[in-house]
């Protein structure tokens, strides 16, 4: 059964640090993984798409990182932000026949504070 | 563009009433995905449209549940009758293509309350 898993399930940082958060798993086979943030209230919102052959991709102070060999991937936020706070879905797309099953983790919550 | 449009924001009914939920997808894109999102099970796709034509409704949890798309820029999810376990987050997402490694767009979501 195709599974995502995401670590922590919920995560409290103080504004500036830095954070890693932890998603695995057990789709195949496997297309692409996407990472989605999502503010209180609102939908969820892409930040990065990787594909099979990329290892690692940022967008601002956002990098995902990507091993398809151990079916592991990461978020790492850099000097973290009072806006950062939402919970942040890992999502993994299966090839051609499950393109439309879509994986989605449960989310880890981030709470940014002073 | 003002992106993926959802209304209405709140709704909350009584057991045995009908729900209609509406979307607009953002202009130009060809796939259409409705979904429902709870605390204990995340995300789950319920229905996805292709060219307004429904593909996949296998994720829908039964009869009471029903989705359409009369054209590119309109789709409704109706609950007829609602019973209390519906209660969720009812998000609209769409996309252009679904093979390839195009993003989804979610509108803001429907937050159904049914008492």
């Known amino acids: 059964k195709n599974q995502v898993e995401q670590s922590p399930q919920s995560l409290i940082i103080l504004e500036g640090k830095n954070c890693t958060l932890q998603?695995?798993?057990?789709?195949?086979?496997?297309?692409?993984l996407r990472w989605y943030k999502q503010d209180t209230g609102r939908g969820p919102v892409s930040l990065t798409i990787?594909?099979?052959?990329?290892n690692t991709k940022s967008n601002g102070r956002y990098t995902a990182t990507l091993d398809a060999d151990t079916k592991q991937s990461s978020l790492h936020i850099t000097a973290s932000q009072l806006s950062d706070s939402a919970s942040y879905i890992c999502v993994v797309r299966g090839l051609a026949g499950t393109a439309s099953k879509l994986t989605f983790g449960t989310g880890t919550r981030l709470q940014v504070t002073l | 563009d003002a992106g993926v449009i959802q209304s209405p924001r709140h709704e909350v009914t009584e057991m045995g009433q009908e729900v209609t939920l509406r979307c607009k997808p953002i202009s130009g894109h060809d796939y259409l995905f409705w979904y429902r999102q709870t605390m204990m099970r995340g995300l789950e796709l319920l229905i996805y449209f292709n060219n307004n034509v429904p593909i996949d409704d296998s994720g829908m949890p039964e009869d009471r549940f029903s989705a359409k798309m009369p054209n590119a820029s309109f789709s409704t999810l109706k609950i007829q009758p609602s019973e209390p376990r519906d209660s969720a987050v009812y998000f609209c997402?769409?996309?252009?293509?679904?093979?390839?490694?195009?993003?989804?767009?979610f509108g803001n979501g429907t937050r159904l309350t049914v008492t």
């Open positions: 998603c695995n798993y057990t789709v195949s086979p496997f297309s692409n």
């Open positions: 997402a769409s996309s252009y293509r679904t093979a390839d490694n195009s993003p989804l767009h």
């Open positions: 990787m594909t099979f052959s990329e």
